[in-house]
Structure formats: C-alpha cells, structure tokens
C-alpha cells in the first residue's frame, strides 16, 4: 500500500497565515466534514504535492483539533520543492492528498523533567510538545535556537513563558550554549530535539544515550548493500534475492508485493516492518540504531542487511 491507497485523505487548505520570517501556517480541513483523526504532540503527516512529491510536515497539534490540522513550513529555496511550491503556487481552496498522521516522536509518560531543544523549523513538533507538557505540570524547559527574533515562530507567546529561552543569531554549526546547557542539566532529563542536521549530531555525539530524543527532517540517504542479500517474507514464505544496489522496497514491489511506503527517503516511518532474524543495516533518520534494537524493526526504503538473509513480518 503505497503513496495512492487508502491510507490518504483529501484534505481543503482553508487558510495560510503569516508564522515567521519565511514561514507560514497551513491549515487543512475535511472536504466531508467528518471527523479528523485525533493527533498527540511530535506527530507529523505527508502531504502530497504536485510533481509527485511527498513530503513531511510536523504537526502544531495544540493548534489541531477534530475539524483541522495545521503545519508550519519554511520555505527552503535550497530544498526539492516542496515547500517553493506550498509558499509560491498553493492556494486558499486547493484539495490536497495527506497521509494519516504518524507519530514516531511521542513523548514519554514519565514524570522525569523534560528539556526541549529546537533549531529554526525544527519548533514545530518542539512548541506542540511545550504546550502538552505545560497542561500536565511535568517540569519543562524549552531552549529555541533562530537566527533572529523576526525568524522564531510564536515568539511573542514563547519570549514571555516561563521556562522559555530563546537564543539568537546562530541555528546551525558548532554551539558551545548547546553544550553548556547540556552540562546544566540534571542526570534524569529527558532530551527531545529536532532542527538542524549539525545541532542534532551535536547531541547524538553527546553520550546522552536513551534520554535524548531526536526528529531529522532530512533523509541521511539509503544504505545500499554491496553484495546481493536474500529476504524472506515471513506470513508469505516469499523469498526474494535484492541485488546490490537495490532497495529491498522496490524489490518487492516490483514483484507486487502488499507493503506500505510514502517518503522513500528513510524520513517518514510508513514503511517500517519488524525484523525477525538477521541483521538489518539502517539508513533511516526516523529512529536512532539503538531505537531500532529496541522496537526490532527496520525502514525498507532505505536499509540493507549486514547478514546473507533478514526475515520480515510482512
Ligand atoms: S517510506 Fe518513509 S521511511 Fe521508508
């Protein structure tokens, strides 16, 4: 079940409003009035552009409700499009084809304090979370990285709540602030963290281990196997050799295979499957590798095998 089943909705974009320097709110409604499925903080859905482009947005849920969902969205002259064609062609009425939310950056249930950390568009998820923690008493401090004050979303609300600290002029390179706060924080603080590629391998590289949480909004590239591997497909007893080169994704669905898919960058998390036997290598930057340990799983659009054969629960 690929990018045209029925995992999609059509969805109206009945506003786009002003959020920041170079980023605008996006609201999206049902075309039949039905209800919306309901969405927890760090959730994200794809829209499906013109040109056949899917791509992932994070989800403002404290702005979401049974009738609409609202992304945010840089605009990204550098990028693939996407977000040229969200800031510069849609428009107020347009139908657009969206995937049902996804939620691979949950908050935990603990009780344990909570620092957030975000880096330019990277507050999406980071700001929706911040008002989830806010309604639940569990301490939290929010530390946003923009590169200027006309550049932060919800800035005026942020600047003036408690636990909020906003830093200026440097979202991206080498932050010795980041590390400063690190060192500050107590041995039980959860991390969740999304923004830049450079702020978020500061942190994995920061031995915060299981406490740090992370969400990459851009695909680290496929790992593709250098030699031939055999996959089996365990419900089926399909058995498929993927060459070298090749993604165990479009293997399967070149022989017609049932599987679900959208991003085919490692980014979304729709084609995770659990890994049964063998040794999977990952290339998605939807979980860290001890995540994938954890939950047994890999990402088939994007990860190859380190072992001669992997056994799949499809
Ligand atoms: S299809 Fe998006 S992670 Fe594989």
Redesign the pocket.
Known sequence: MGPSDSQRMALRLTAMRYGAREILLYELEPLDGNALPPVSAGAHLDLHLPGDLIRQYSLITSLCDAERYVVGVKRDAEGRGGSRWLHDQARVGQTLEVSLPRNHFPLSVAETPVCLIAGGIGITPIYSMFKALQQTGRPVQLHYWSRSPEHALFRRELETAPGVTLHFARASGPQSDLLALLGNLTAETEIYACGPGSMLDQLDSSGLGERLHVERFVSAGPVLAEGAFNVVLARSGHEYVIPPGETI?NVLLEAGEDVL????????????VKVLEGQPVHG?T?YSAEEHTRRSSM????SSSASARLLLDI
């Open positions: 994704l898919y959208s991003c085919e960058q490692g980014v979304c998390g729709a084609c995770e998605d939807v990402m088939i659009c994007c």
